[in-house]
């Protein structure tokens, strides 16, 4: 099956039944508003639905030369799971690169759970990949939303349900859930602190994979004085860690 038949699906699903974020289309303008939490409430009903153990939700960073996956929440939120930050390693590189292009859900499985590669295997328009964390298996669906905003709804479990009739629904969730997320405005998030142009600089060079070390070199500044930049964006921007600090500048367009 071909992108334009998976977005076709995609948007029959969306126009005959209400999914948990209200009637919506790829093409419309107008949802229901929601929170972080709200949004990893619907994420983890979802998990449930495909009895999946564990989820993670990410954007592509805006980087062409770098390309990595910038985590957003999981199903650890407010903290950070392992299998979280292995995917947003250096494991993403090639699903990023993927995800800019197509929709084509992407699974990998582990090499002791036979079951899962029988389900993932059996599902059209999908195609095995490597393991985007070790000793797990899931499956990952490219999302696509405005402003060319582009990320990655991944679920784990080594007992994933889903057959070929729910695929089509799940991955039009999770466009819906990744479209949500990313219109969030500082307006849902409550009033935010005026983020200075050199904490902004160093939130973009953190996006791009860059480390505190790197970020110190290229702006001429201490590595002290680079990470105190990045203490303070996040926590200006209510964030419990740099990566999601990052996140939640992507989402509301201060860095691009």
């Not at 799971?81 to 992407?106: D, L, M, Q, W, Y």
């Not at 696509?144 to 679920?155: I, K």
């Not at 479209?179 to 849902?188: G, K």
């Not at 004085?225 to 500048?249: D, F, G």
Request: charged share 20%; with cysteine.
């Amino acid at each position: 099956m071909k992108q334009a038949d998976i977005k076709e699906a995609a948007e029959a699903l969306f126009n005959e039944q209400r999914n948990p974020f209200g009637a919506f289309s790829l093409g419309s303008e107008t949802h229901h508003a929601v929170t972080i939490p709200d949004a990893v409430r619907r994420c983890r009903w979802i998990a449930v639905d495909i009895n999946a153990s564990a989820f993670g939700l990410f954007f592509v960073s805006p980087s062409p030369e770098r390309a990595r996956l910038v985590p957003c929440l999981d199903s650890d939120y407010p903290g950070i799971a392992v299998a979280t930050k292995f995917i947003s390693g250096a494991n993403g590189e090639e699903i990023v690169r993927h995800t800019r292009n197509s929709t084509e859900p992407r699974w990998w499985t582990d090499d002791g759970v036979a079951a899962m590669a029988e389900t993932f295997g059996n599902l059209a328009w999908t195609e095995q990949m490597a393991p985007l964390a070790p000793g797990t298996s899931g499956i990952a669906f490219p999302v696509h939303a405005d402003r060319g905003q582009c990320g990655l709804v991944v679920f784990l479990g080594s007992e994933i349900v889903l057959p070929q009739d729910a695929l089509y629904e799940i991955h039009a969730r999770c466009f819906s859930l990744f479209a949500a997320v990313a219109r969030i405005r500082p307006s849902d998030t409550g009033r935010m602190r005026t983020i200075s142009k050199r904490e902004l600089e160093c939130l973009k060079l953190t996006a791009n994979g860059n480390t505190s070390e790197e970020i110190a070199r290229l702006l001429k500044l201490s590595v002290h004085t680079a990470n105190q930049y990045l203490t303070q964006s996040t926590q200006k921007l209510n964030a419990v860690n740099r990566n999601q600090a990052v996140a939640k500048a992507l989402r509301l367009g201060l860095i691009e």
